[in-house]
């Protein structure tokens, strides 16, 4: 029965998440809520690992997420029910988009779905900053404001946009230098 749901909570995700990977995030953490298939520390620490290994970080999100939930078949299913809807609307689009591309109607659609798209990519933006930089769970605990800040990721995050905008170096430069600083200093 697991499986049954996996495939099709995966097949709603691929079939409703326009504009790749990041868009899965707010269905990933919606199911993370309903089923407790994963936590939302866990949720954080896929999208660093899918960010950071070969292949497209919706395929690898779906993929661990399945894995951990039901072993190997289930990553796979998690896999195929993310992809099926992928592969049946790429069928039909390529059928009859070349006939309805110039159609007003048609790009009007895709300009509707941009912002659609950039706001479901800020607000996952928005959850993993939440996580990363923000420790709301002690704040709650104690009630010492400085306790909502983790300060070492709030730096580590201004020293990397820093960099980013100094140097221009490739992604994976600054993937690799914040698990490093991440391992050195024990976050």
Not at 65 to 73: D, E, H, P, R, S
Not at 121 to 148: C, H, M, P, Q, W
Request: proline share 4%; aromatic share 14%; hydrophobic share 50%.
């Amino acid at each position: 029965m697991i499986y049954i749901i996996m495939f099709l909570e995966f097949f709603k995700i691929g079939f409703f998440s326009v504009g790749g990977g990041l868009a899965t995030l707010p269905f990933l953490q919606e199911q993370a809520y309903k089923y407790g298939w994963i936590t939302p520390n866990e949720l954080v620490d896929m999208i660093a690992l899918s960010e950071s290994t070969p292949g497209p970080i919706g395929i690898n999100m779906a993929t661990y997420v399945g894995y951990k939930t039901a072993g190997v078949l289930g990553g796979i299913i998690a896999t195929l029910g993310l992809i099926t809807p992928s592969i049946i609307i790429i069928i039909i689009i390529a059928r009859y988009l070349t006939k309805f591309n110039e159609k007003p109607i048609v790009q009007a659609g895709f300009y509707g779905l941009r912002p659609a798209v950039t706001g479901l990519i800020g607000a996952a933006g928005f959850e993993v900053a939440k996580i990363s930089l923000f420790n709301v769970n002690r704040y709650l605990k104690t009630t010492n404001f400085l306790d909502l800040f983790n300060i070492k990721s709030i730096i580590l995050f201004a020293v990397i946009l820093y960099l980013i905008n100094k140097y221009k170096k490739h992604p994976i430069v600054y993937l690799i230098a914040a698990a490093i600083v991440g391992i050195i200093f024990k976050f």
